[in-house]
């Protein structure tokens, strides 16, 4: 079936360093892929998305670039802040006709010291 | 102007009782949505309504009923609640079924002693 892979965490890095958050799926068609992120006591937001190969979506200086040859789409940032301390979840939908679920990975919890 | 909004936000309650946990969106949004995070961070969906009607209905107990008196509106009711059911209790909509984005409400946190 349809599933998404990230990299366990937690991960921790200094204020400033780059961030890379590994991420693969399996689908049987072509799914719209997305990054959410919750912080701390909150639900979750959507960071970004891209629903085509070669796609990049961005949003607060983070970005991913969808891509179908390695089924992939990691999520990036130069330069992380204290405040992107939070837990950042894959996802995939893949629309069957008009239905379609979203389809987590397990989520990465990132910690950014000062 | 809470967008997806959740009550109670904070559930604690005693095995073998019935609960309920109310949604609400304000987003003119025709689908909606409950999903399961359990202590891992570990996100599934459980249900999703489109237009009052039940569309997915995911391996979830019995004890376990959503209803939506309207289209704005997707409560979970959940009987005799289990140990295992303690999780935290994610709503979320969208504009159409399967349309990608979806926006979450706050979440339920509910403890079953």
């Known amino acids: 079936g349809d599933s998404v892979t990230q990299m366990e965490g937690p991960v921790t890095l200094s204020e400033e360093a780059f961030l890379t958050i590994n991420c693969t799926y399996t689908?049987?068609?072509?799914?719209?892929l997305f990054w959410y992120v919750q912080y701390p006591g909150e639900g979750l937001q959507l960071l970004l998305k891209a629903t085509k190969a070669d796609d990049k979506g961005s949003n607060k200086g983070f970005e991913a670039t969808y891509r179908k040859e390695t089924t992939s789409f990691h999520l990036e940032k130069g330069s992380v802040q204290v405040s992107d301390s939070a837990v950042y979840f894959c996802a995939l939908i893949l629309l069957r006709g008009s239905q379609g679920n979203l389809i987590f990975g397990k989520g990465t919890k990132l910690s950014v010291k000062p | 102007d809470t967008a997806v909004s959740q009550t109670p936000k904070y559930l604690v309650t005693q095995m073998g009782n019935d609960k309920s946990i109310k949604c609400e969106q304000n987003?003119?949004?025709?689908?909606m949505y409950w999903y399961k995070q359990d202590s891992k961070k570990f996100l599934k969906i459980m249900f999703s309504?489109?237009?009052?009607?039940?569309?997915i209905n995911e391996t979830v107990p019995n004890r376990f009923s959503p209803k939506s008196p309207d289209k704005a509106h997707l409560n979970l009711h959940i009987n005799s609640l289990e140990l295992g059911d303690s999780a935290v209790y994610f709503c979320a909509s969208s504009p159409q079924t399967g349309t990608e984005t979806q926006y979450f409400g706050p979440g339920t946190r509910l403890l079953v002693l």
């Open positions: 987003l003119g949004h025709d689908t």
């Open positions: 689908a049987t068609g072509y799914p719209s």
């Open positions: 309504y489109n237009n009052k009607e039940l569309i």
